[in-house]
């Protein structure tokens, strides 16, 4: 039913207000976005990449949006969830939207939905396509926000549609096994364009769903593949065959989402004509929060939103290939509903001091429940609860020496209370080599 509108028409009332719209912060389906949608006249003319997968899309979607911007294209890009500030969720050329743009939008959007009733993320994912098309974009990458076949975005028409990977989370909405969550991710794919999906054993859901509606199946491995090399890695398929530097992005694991790129970049070609020296330019120049990102030196200071076990064993091969000298603290504090147990065991083995915290959102786990799965994967670990993230993160500063590491992970909330407390602009991003 419709509500009345926000006290104040500033972009944080607006957020007040669509977050109390809804009685469920998630709600599976694509009728009511549809049907604003189409209310709302929105009708982009300009490329969609869509961008499902368990791990791995902000990635994907930064390297996209970082070689289009290199090739000289106005790129649109919406991620979620946001840090900081709400705008990071919407950039315009790799500028975060104004407030004053996202305003216009949501009244608009408010306008057209009558009695239609939509969820936080609904809300905001046609605002985000309100803005791009009001901005005038060459090219837009949309991230979907859960699963796929039934998350907002999936209402728009790509031109190609990527799945990064494909692991366990969010199975009260996707189903309990990858099977499940595989045909739920492939609901991205449409006839006849670019299906490109980056998991090394993708199940046979995927496949499957592909080859019923007609999508251009690209999996890793048979379509495209990739080979590291000393000075960086070589793009392969049956057409191309590009040598290009290693991301600006720690983790071997990128290449896989690095190729999927690049594979996509290819795919739209005819349409967004791009050079190899400008695939090599953005690689280089790409930029992403929150994802191994190194903010402080002596001691060095990493954040990592990892907050399921498949992030959680990429975050362990991070820790092993850039060692430091002396010791590694975690602040750490999870969701409740997330596998606590499992993203644990995965970085149990690098990390010699524990500091534990409820995180500042309902869904957080309890610091007792932390605790006690701490100390069940990781029982000879000195582990130090605390009131909150904030004051976990002060103890391990105060206790860290020059040549010790602190590593803030388990959620994005968590690591969104370390910016808080942190000079980012003085952040830096590790590069690999």
Known sequence: ?????????????WLAYIEALHPASIAM???RVELVRQRLGLQPQF??????????????????????QAAGYKTGCYTSPHFVRYNER??????EVEDAVLVEAFEAI???????ALTYFEFGTLAAVWSMVAA?????????????????VNVFSPVCSIVTSIDLDHMDFLGNDRECIGREKAGVFRPGIPAICGDDHPPLSLSSYANDSGADLRLIGHAFSFKRQASGWLYQSPDHEYALPWPALAGEFQLNNAACVINAVDALLVTLPVTLEHMQQGLQRVALSGRFQICRHQPQVVLDVA?????????????AQYPVAGRTLAVFSMLGDKDIAGVVQAVAPHIDVWHIARVTHGRGAGVEQLHEYVKAQATDAYVVMHADVKAAYQQACNEAGENDRIIVFGSF??????MRELDMAACEKIATH
């Open 1 to 13: 039913m419709t509500s009345s509108l926000p006290a104040t028409r500033d972009l944080a009332g």
């Open 413 to 418: 909330f968590t690591v969104a209370d370390i």
């Open 307 to 319: 907050h399921n076990p498949h992030a959680a064993g990429a975050l362990a091969s991070n820790l």
């Open 29 to 31: 389906g694509l009728e």
């Open 47 to 68: 490329p969609i990449v869509i961008v499902a997968g368990t791990n791995g899309k902000g990635s994907t979607c930064a390297m996209l949006e970082s070689i289009y």
């Open 136 to 152: 005038n974009v060459d090219i837009a990458i949309l991230e979907v926000g859960l699963g796929g076949r039934l998350d907002a």
């Open 90 to 95: 919407v950039r315009l050329g790799g500028v």
């Open 110 to 116: 408010e306008q057209a939905r009558g009695e239609t």
